[in-house]
């Protein structure tokens, strides 16, 4: 039965609570995204491993959790938020927790890049946008922004505690603390996420009076998002968006947030320290993709863009001069500028899958959110061979400071849909 307009307008929309636990979802699950950074030296010292093997296991992590988003937003769209997000969440907590018995590089391949990357990349960034297109009509970018600071500061702000327990207790503890707080958070999506507003007989926050639901989608999961894929590559603008994206993936989950750590301790800097540094940056993330998101609903996207990887580049050609055994202003400001564009690239990509493939859009996303994790993992991978042939981080700065160039140009110059095109035809091949 509906439930009565007075009480839509008198109480919180249920959309909201569905919201708040798909946050809490998506930062139970971010904590091993940032864990590795911060077990690698404690790894190396135990077992004598290179950079470039540990890197390895962080590269298959950011591979299949941007390869397996695509196929998860069809899932969702299939059999549900709700069934797709606790398998996913129960995935992040086994291997997270079976890492502790990792006594060589391949066991490590398989539970922190295998088993956690299908699990994080079952629900990744997909379902921020999954969650906005089923429940909000009104402040989807609002909402994307901060779903998407939920997921990327979560990877921040467990870093000092987990820095802090690998000091104290051993890795191996932490990755235990990590698998707790994935599970923990299964009993909340299982009693309050909702997989559509039609479930509790309401319709999307913000919905007009004549709005009708889509009709749901049917059929094999894989093959929906293989075909919205066929369609989506003809139009230059998916390429233009996976290019930018796969430089955003790049320039911060591949490089900062796989290497920071790792190179601040290069030059004298406590791994403690560093990683609260990181924090800093998640928390300045909340405040960036949450303003990205409600800029999103006001301005150009593609301009937003421009200047996100602008700024970016920026802040990646002065890095390498900022790096010291202590802490000074330089290196704050850099954080506090990172932080605000980490992730704020997010929203006005959403917006842009939304405006230019229509109903198409969130699997599209999931395909561009897929070249994202191609550019975090070939980064992560490709810096951990700089360092170990050169010694140092410097080129794998520079060289991501100019790809921001690139992706800055590639945005600005992103066509507009045609007027009425993605609600009447979808994705086209015009």
């Given at each position: 039965m509906a439930t009565p307009p007075s009480l839509r307008t008198r109480h919180l929309h249920p959309a909201w609570i569905v919201a708040a636990v798909a946050f809490l979802a998506l930062v139970g699950a971010a904590g091993f995204r940032a864990a590795p950074s911060v077990l690698m030296l404690p790894l190396q010292e135990e077992f004598g491993w290179s950079r470039t093997e540990l890197s390895l296991a962080v590269t298959v992590n950011l591979l299949l959790f941007g390869l397996t988003a695509p196929f998860a937003a069809a899932l969702m769209a299939r059999f549900g938020m709700r069934a797709v997000t606790t398998a996913a969440l129960l995935l992040v907590a086994a291997g997270a927790a079976v890492s502790v018995f990792a006594t060589a590089p391949w066991m490590l391949v398989l539970t922190w890049g295998v088993m956690i990357g299908l699990g994080?990349?079952?629900?990744?960034?997909?379902?921020?946008?999954?969650?906005?297109?089923?429940?909000?009509?009104?402040?989807?970018?609002?909402v994307v922004g901060v779903l998407t600071a939920g997921s990327a500061t979560g990877q921040l702000a467990f870093l000092p505690f987990i820095a802090l327990l690998v000091e104290r207790d051993g890795w191996r503890a932490a990755s235990l603390l990590v698998a707790l707080g994935a599970f923990a958070v299964v009993p909340l999506v299982l009693i309050w996420l909702r997989n559509r507003p039609a479930e509790l007989g309401i319709t999307p926050y913000g919905a007009p009076a004549d709005w009708s639901p889509p009709a749901p989608r049917t059929g094999n999961p894989a093959r929906i998002a293989l075909g919205t894929l066929a369609r989506a590559a003809k139009k230059r603008t998916f390429w233009a968006l996976v290019a930018g994206f796969a430089i955003c993936g790049a320039t911060t989950n591949g490089l900062v947030g796989t290497h920071f750590i790792p190179s601040a301790h290069d030059h004298g800097m406590p791994e403690t320290t560093a990683a609260g540094l990181l924090a800093v940056v998640g928390v300045f993330d909340i405040v960036g993709t949450i303003a990205s998101g409600w800029l999103t609903d006001r301005v150009n996207p593609r301009i937003l863009l421009a200047v996100y990887y602008a700024g970016r580049g920026l802040g990646l050609l002065v890095l390498p001069f900022l790096l010291s055994e202590a802490v000074h202003p330089p290196i704050i400001v850099f954080v506090v500028i990172y932080?605000?564009?980490?992730?704020?690239?997010v929203p006005p990509t959403v917006a842009l899958c939304r405006e230019v493939f229509g109903p198409d859009g969130?699997?599209?996303?999931?395909?561009?959110?897929?070249?994202?994790?191609?550019?975090?993992?070939?980064?992560?991978?490709?810096?951990?061979?700089?360092?170990?042939?050169?010694g140092e981080y410097t080129l794998a700065w520079f060289g991501a400071a100019g790809l921001c160039v690139v992706a800055a140009v590639v945005s600005v110059s992103i066509r507009r849909a045609r007027a009425g095109e993605p609600a009447a035809r979808g994705v086209g091949s015009a």
């Open positions: 994080t990349g079952s629900m990744a960034l997909v379902f921020a946008a999954t969650v906005a297109d089923q429940w909000f009509v009104r402040s989807r970018g609002l932080g605000l564009d980490w992730v704020a690239t969130p699997v599209v996303f999931g395909w561009v959110f897929a070249a994202h994790q191609v550019g975090a993992a070939i980064a992560a991978t490709v810096a951990g061979v700089v360092r170990d042939s050169t």
